[in-house]
């Protein structure tokens, strides 16, 4: 009959076929791929206002297939950040996952969730990247960039995306994100001689002196740290664990035990001998496996808590803006100062666990002078003299 459009025949395993669809008003091509295991056909689907259009939709989905997957029209680059945040993340910290979390929904759902993540395009990235690198700083802007890659790489492995557009694109560069400080000298002595007799005082000094991980001082119990120097050389910290998942270390080269300074020393021996006293009075047994900077109830000790302590102590050894330090700043003091003091950024990179000089003078190095010494050697001639060896033993008398 005049007007009607021709009535479809049944398509064959392959075969594309178009058919005028009334309910919508729209011709229809579809692919047929056979059956699913449960039975049900599948027919991938597109419309257009003509045939023309739906030949050419035809064509480009035939691609799509040809390279393995197929994007649903409907998924999203907000579908796809939870579900790489949901799925992808087996095995992270809770607080990674936290970070991934913040900035995907701070710096990537708000500006590209809505878009369909077959129409992404990498001029869209670009545009996006630019705008974020106005308020983020590099580091940042490289994980953002990096959560949106990772998503859509989710995404491919479950045939919801053909092509991953993030890398495709170059990254901008940010603002430049804040500067690690270090303590100078008097300031290191001022710090040192802070709410002596407390637990966060202990673990400056530690973090000072021998320069271990915040994530590794926190992780320390009392079998880590060893002071018979007539068995074991040298009073020392064992650096084997950390507040990592499973207890690793950052890298393999971060697995190392250090000397500690005389100073160090003296008052680490002062801080177990208080919590043994402790343990005693409230009628319990003392072992080694006890953590070094426990809480009140025993447990560890989380980032927050010892960071709040620490801008407390800060605040009492007079040192201003408190709040804009840092734990981490313990340990790039230390470099600091053990640059300044001379020793070579090769020992220095031993000593604080990097499997290079590069990331050490890149980071944390302010100062290089080609004096060859030790780190505990060297710790004791910055900080110690006969003076700091009395008042450390009358400390504990």
């Not at 020392?236 to 998942?245: A, E, F």
């Not at 290079?356 to 890149?362: D, F, K, L, N, P």
Request: charged share 30%; with cysteine; glycine share 8%.
């Amino acid at each position: 009959m005049t007007g009607t459009p021709a009535r479809r025949s049944r398509a064959g395993h392959g075969d594309d076929s178009i058919y005028w669809d009334k309910s919508k008003n729209r011709y229809i091509g579809a692919v047929s791929l056979g059956y699913t295991p449960s039975g049900s056909r599948k027919r991938p689907k597109v419309s257009g206002k003509t045939k023309t259009e739906v030949r050419r939709k035809l064509r480009e989905l035939r691609k799509e297939l040809a390279r393995g997957a197929r994007a649903p029209a409907s998924y999203t680059v907000t579908q796809a950040v939870n579900d790489w945040l949901s799925q992808g993340l087996k095995g992270k910290e809770a607080t990674s996952i936290g970070t991934y979390r913040s900035l995907a929904d701070n710096h990537i759902i708000p500006y590209l969730g809505v878009a369909k993540l077959k129409d992404l395009e990498a001029d869209d990235v670009d545009e996006w990247l630019e705008g974020r690198a106005e308020v983020l700083a590099t580091r940042s802007l490289r994980m953002v960039r990096s959560i949106l890659r990772r998503s859509i790489a989710h995404a491919q492995r479950r045939g919801r995306a053909v092509r991953n557009v993030a890398d495709l694109v170059d990254l901008p560069e940010g603002r430049p994100g804040r500067p690690s400080k270090s303590l100078s000298l008097e300031q290191g002595e001022a710090v040192l001689r802070a709410m002596e007799g407390t637990w966060i005082h202990t673990y400056v000094v530690l973090s000072l002196l021998v320069g271990v991980r915040p994530e590794e001082a926190r992780a320390l119990t009392w079998r880590h740290i060893h002071f018979a120097e007539s068995t074991e050389g040298k009073p020392h910290v064992d650096v084997w664990r950390s507040v990592r998942r499973h207890g690793d270390t950052k890298t393999h080269k971060s697995r190392r035990s250090l000397a500690m300074p005389r100073q160090a020393a003296l008052v680490m021996k002062a801080h177990k001998a208080r919590q043994q006293a402790d343990c005693r009075a409230a009628g319990k047994v003392w072992t080694d496996d006890r953590l070094v900077f426990p809480t009140a109830t025993g447990k560890r000790r989380d980032a927050t808590d010892v960071r709040r302590n620490f801008r407390v102590l800060l605040d009492a050894a007079g040192i201003e803006n408190p709040g804009e330090w840092t734990t981490r700043e313990l340990r790039t003091s230390f470099v600091s100062l053990l640059s300044d003091h001379g020793i070579p950024i090769e020992v220095i990179a031993r000593l604080v666990g990097h499997s290079g000089s590069v990331t050490t003078e890149r980071v944390y190095r302010k100062q290089l002078r080609p004096v060859i010494s030790d780190g505990a050697e060297a710790m004791d001639d910055i900080f110690g003299d006969d003076e700091t060896e009395g008042e450390g033993a009358s400390e504990h008398d």
